[in-house]
């Protein structure tokens, strides 16, 4: 990120489990706790957060990951 920090504008996040399966944001193998600063400190203007095939409830799914990534720090 950091290398095209000048042109990256929006980047577009998934998370995997270790089957390489769509998981929930902090449930899956992705570091977010690096990734949240990094994100902040290229100037991101958007950042988009993508689960392809949740395994329950999709509106669940939403709610835990936006309440991960609130736990890190992110605003709404």
Partial sequence: ???L???LRLAHYKD????GEFTEI???TLD??????ESREVKLDWAV???DDPKGD???AVIQSRNY???LGLKD
């Fill in 1 to 3: 990120m950091k290398r």
């Fill in 5 to 7: 920090a000048k042109r």
């Fill in 16 to 19: 995997m489990d270790l089957k």
């Fill in 26 to 28: 902090g449930s899956g």
């Fill in 32 to 37: 977010w706790r690096s990734i949240v600063p």
């Fill in 49 to 51: 957060i993508e689960n």
């Fill in 58 to 60: 999709p509106l669940a």
């Fill in 69 to 71: 990534l609130l736990g």
